[in-house]
């Protein structure tokens, strides 16, 4: 059974850092890509980076691109988020999801074959 398990957020005020997790299981993680997406209050989902795990390329939304970086750890099956310089624009509600093969620079949901249930981030002002 595939799972992705995501986990680090939580509160933090305007400018500081989180780092988010997700781990995966049930399926061969350096075959898929894995991306980030959020939900904000309101708003579409969006898509925030990703990491092909079989040749590290990255991507990143123009939001985020500076102050986030994706990694992965293929030993421990694990992507992870590092979000620094945060804003309470970047407030809501983070997911990793998943796809065989490479990610892509459109960050597009319906590319994306599974999902996790998601974490919160809120920041502060």
């Known amino acids: 059974e595939v799972q992705l398990v995501e986990s680090g957020g939580g509160l933090v005020q305007a400018g500081g850092s989180l780092r988010l997790s997700c781990a995966a299981s049930g399926f061969t993680f350096d075959d898929y890509a894995i991306a980030w997406f959020r939900r904000a209050p309101g708003m579409e989902r969006e898509g925030i980076s990703c990491?092909?795990?079989?040749?590290?390329?990255?991507y990143y939304a123009n939001s985020v691109k500076g102050r986030f970086t994706i990694s992965s750890d293929n030993a421990k099956n694990t992507v992870y988020l590092q979000m620094n310089s945060l804003e309470p624009e970047d407030t809501g509600t983070y997911y990793c999801?998943?796809?065989?093969?490479?990610?892509?620079?459109?960050?597009?949901?319906?590319?994306?074959?599974?999902w996790g249930q998601g974490t919160q981030v809120t920041v502060s002002y």
């Open positions: 999801a998943a796809v065989l093969g490479y990610g892509s620079s459109l960050l597009l949901s319906d590319e994306y074959d599974y």
């Open positions: 990491i092909t795990n079989s040749d590290g390329s990255t």
